[in-house]
């Protein structure tokens, strides 16, 4: 479950993610401020947070989502697609092909995880029958006009980041704050996040994205739509917003398919041009037979 031409900021990364909870311990909203403080320190922020990109990110699976955004006057447009991810090894891929509508169906974008330095996006163009590698700046630009932009779409990980609690045990109801920058060395779109993470499921409530000081981002999650999903919980509605945009784009999943195996040569450039959404779902029910 970023935004405009910025550029890429040097310094300490929507996930996927992946980035992106399931750990076992509840505090009650009937419990006294100072309980809650002592709860939420008991485990680290990063303990927490890895558990909440975790439950997103940790599982190979093929998920349908559709994308609405609104703008400022009110005009809507709507885009559908397919993630298939594999991430239950390091590094982690994905693969993103547009489903709907029809004008850029087939685009199709592949996601290479590494060790060491920035993630690899590969967007392929079906229009223009070109696939080209997206530069740090450009993963900063508008993911196919909606209020996300590319970095939003990788998978996160935890140690990527340095993390502290904000006020732990400080929030809105049953979420905790934290405060997530990019580790030195590595390069991400914010400058600083800022998690609400609800206590007794490690979901994330809402994010904010900051950049030059100010929200440029924020991600709103339903907590009635959080769906178990094998070991994992998934939230099916969320809403990334852009304040000075003054638009949203509701991300809704409509299918989550968990599978054990899916096929190494899928991720490749080659299958990124002559690859289809529904092949690639053939390959993987047939690893999974």
């Given at each position: 479950m970023?935004?405009f031409?910025e550029?890429?900021?040097?310094?300490?990364g929507?996930?996927s993610?992946s980035a992106?909870?399931?750990?076992?311990?509840?505090?009650?909203?009937?419990?006294?401020?100072a309980?809650s403080?002592e709860d939420a320190?008991?485990?680290s922020?990063?303990?927490v947070l890895?558990?909440?990109?975790?439950?997103l990110?940790?599982?190979?699976?093929?998920?349908t989502l559709?994308l609405?955004t609104?703008?400022r006057s009110g005009?809507?447009m709507?885009?559908?697609?397919q993630?298939?991810?594999?991430?239950?090894?390091?590094?982690?891929?994905?693969?993103?092909?547009?489903?709907?509508?029809?004008?850029?169906?087939?685009?199709?974008?592949?996601?290479?995880?590494?060790?060491e330095g920035?993630d690899?996006l590969?967007?392929?163009?079906?229009?223009?029958?070109?696939?080209?590698r997206?530069?740090?700046?450009q993963?900063?630009?508008?993911?196919f006009?909606?209020?996300?932009?590319?970095?939003?779409?990788?998978?996160?990980?935890?140690?990527?980041?340095?993390?502290h609690?904000?006020?732990?045990?400080q929030?809105?109801?049953d979420?905790d704050?934290?405060?997530?920058t990019?580790?030195?060395g590595?390069?991400?779109?914010?400058?600083r996040?800022v998690?609400c993470i609800?206590?007794d499921?490690?979901?994330?409530?809402?994010?904010?994205?900051?950049?030059?000081?100010?929200?440029?981002?924020?991600l709103?999650?339903?907590?009635?739509?959080?769906?178990?999903?094998?070991?994992?919980?998934?939230?099916?509605?969320?809403k990334?917003?852009?304040p000075g945009?003054?638009?949203s784009?509701?991300?809704?999943?409509?299918t989550?398919?968990i599978?054990?195996?899916?096929?190494?040569?899928?991720?490749?450039?080659?299958?990124?041009?002559?690859?289809?959404a529904?092949?690639?779902?053939?390959?993987?029910?047939?690893?999974?037979?």
């Amino acid at each position: 479950m970023g935004p405009f031409a910025e550029r890429k900021l040097t310094h300490t990364g929507l996930g996927s993610a992946s980035a992106l909870l399931a750990i076992a311990v509840h505090v009650f909203l009937g419990a006294s401020d100072a309980r809650s403080v002592e709860d939420a320190a008991s485990r680290s922020a990063a303990f927490v947070l890895d558990a909440t990109f975790s439950n997103l990110y940790a599982d190979d699976y093929i998920q349908t989502l559709t994308l609405t955004t609104i703008g400022r006057s009110g005009d809507s447009m709507q885009r559908k697609l397919q993630i298939t991810r594999r991430q239950s090894e390091r590094p982690g891929k994905a693969l993103v092909r547009f489903l709907e509508p029809y004008a850029i169906r087939r685009t199709s974008i592949l996601i290479l995880e590494k060790e060491e330095g920035p993630d690899e996006l590969f967007v392929y163009l079906p229009a223009a029958r070109m696939t080209r590698r997206l530069s740090m700046a450009q993963k900063a630009d508008l993911f196919f006009g909606t209020d996300l932009c590319f970095e939003d779409i990788e998978p996160k990980r935890a140690s990527d980041y340095d993390v502290h609690w904000i006020e732990a045990g400080q929030g809105d109801g049953d979420c905790d704050r934290m405060a997530a920058t990019v580790r030195e060395g590595l390069e991400s779109v914010y400058e600083r996040m800022v998690y609400c993470i609800e206590r007794d499921r490690d979901v994330i409530r809402w994010a904010e994205f900051e950049r030059g000081g100010s929200v440029v981002r924020r991600l709103d999650v339903d907590p009635e739509s959080v769906q178990k999903v094998g070991d994992r919980l998934i939230p099916f509605e969320m809403k990334m917003s852009m304040p000075g945009r003054g638009s949203s784009t509701r991300i809704s999943t409509g299918t989550y398919d968990i599978r054990p195996t899916i096929p190494e040569a899928l991720f490749s450039t080659w299958n990124l041009e002559v690859g289809t959404a529904n092949r690639d779902r053939r390959e993987v029910g047939k690893s999974s037979d």
